[in-house]
């Protein structure tokens, strides 16, 4: 089903005259190992999976890499997002190979668009064109964005950067995704106003998110309200490479602090109950990767808040319309 490109990894590891190389998986991809290390064997390199968490191209181990002794990196799943890397990295994006047609012709009934943005995560990236032409063949005008700052592909998006659709919100009636889970189609049309029909070409099924998400609203209220009833509050940033936004705590903790509550800011690599629970905070605030507090929120037993939330439960911003929060340059550092 994926493309693992055997050969380009082979070329990779024969460039660099490797002799230890460090792989990272992300969860899903775990499973393929023994046909992922078939050009390691055959090249005679040794390989050190890194079993930690491999949550996307801003979770980069080079560092944990370099300790082990490895000289160079091939982290799977995810496009380069242009951090740089202490050894030579190979990004192998492990695109799918599926047909689209059949989940296309599905979710034509929900396509009611004239002019349609386009956005899919990277292993579908090299598809497009070809959604493009099945949809311009029912009369509907596609529309693809350019990519943002943390993305390599036109149409491309991100858990944290949805930046290629909202640029086409203005021009478009709705969107098109297509890849598997709710999280970035949920984002796009929170982020955007704008009906999402997500494709998923691996279940063949689609789902349609609305413009206004009811019952997200009302899901986050309560998380808000929850939370404004706390005094304690643990502030937490992310120390992996692509999610280090330090500037952005520090300035959570201050506001916090302003308003008459306790916060106090705190540095994990992998956010997770068991990292924050002993400091036993009334709410806590992540300013680590933006899927955790929607994705993992009932891994924790205490309130998990966004960046734009704290505003909101301080009142100095509506809930409505919702902003979802993206990482950008300005909040590291």
């Known amino acids: 089903m994926y493309d693992f490109e055997e050969e380009r990894v082979r070329e990779f590891l024969r460039r660099t005259g490797a002799k230890r190389a460090a792989v990272q998986l992300p969860a899903g991809l775990a499973r393929f190992l023994p046909g992922i290390r078939r050009p390691f064997d055959e090249l005679g390199v040794e390989m050190v999976v890194l079993a930690g968490t491999c949550y996307g191209a801003c979770d980069l181990a080079d560092d944990t890499a370099r300790k082990l002794g490895c000289e160079v990196l091939v982290h799977y799943g995810h496009a380069d997002m242009g951090l740089g890397s202490a050894l030579p990295t190979l990004f192998v994006e492990a695109r799918i190979k599926v047909d689209l047609v059949d989940s296309l012709r599905q979710a034509l009934p929900a396509l009611d668009f004239k002019r349609a943005g386009l956005v899919a995560t990277v292993q579908h990236v090299?598809?497009?064109?070809?959604?493009?032409?099945?949809?311009?063949a029912q009369g509907i005008e596609v529309v693809l964005g350019g990519p943002s700052s943390r993305t390599r592909y036109r149409g491309q998006i991100l858990g944290c950067d949805v930046g290629c659709a909202k640029a086409l919100a203005p021009v478009v009636d709705g969107f098109v995704y297509i890849g598997t889970g709710d999280f970035h189609p949920l984002g796009v049309a929170?982020?955007?106003?704008?009906?999402?029909?997500?494709?998923?070409?691996?279940s063949g099924g689609f789902k349609v998110f609305s413009p206004r998400q009811e019952e997200f609203l009302k899901w986050r209220k309560a998380v808000?309200?929850?939370?404004a009833?706390?005094?304690?509050?643990?502030?937490?940033?992310?120390?992996?490479?692509?999610?280090?936004?330090?500037?952005?705590?520090?300035?959570?903790?201050?506001?916090?602090?302003?308003?008459?509550?306790?916060a106090h800011l705190l540095a994990v690599d992998?956010?997770?109950?068991?990292?924050?629970?002993?400091?036993?905070?009334?709410?806590?605030?992540?300013v680590a990767c933006p899927r955790i507090p929607?994705?993992?929120?009932?891994?924790?037993?205490?309130?998990?808040?966004?960046?734009?939330?704290?505003?909101?439960?301080?009142?100095?911003?509506p809930i409505e319309p919702y902003q979802l929060d993206e990482v950008s340059l300005e909040d590291r550092g």
């Open 126 to 136: 090299g598809q497009l064109e070809e959604v493009v032409r099945f949809l311009s």
């Open 270 to 286: 992998d956010v997770s109950p068991e990292a924050v629970e002993n400091f036993n905070f009334d709410a806590l605030v992540c």
């Open 190 to 202: 929170l982020a955007t106003g704008k009906k999402v029909v997500a494709v998923n070409p691996v």
């Open 294 to 317: 929607i994705d993992d929120a009932e891994r924790f037993e205490r309130p998990v808040l966004t960046p734009f939330e704290v505003l909101v439960m301080l009142g100095k911003a």
């Open 229 to 262: 009833l706390g005094k304690s509050f643990g502030v937490i940033v992310s120390t992996k490479k692509g999610q280090s936004r330090f500037n952005l705590g520090r300035n959570i903790v201050k506001l916090l602090r302003q308003e008459g509550r306790q």
């Open 224 to 227: 808000v309200a929850r939370a």
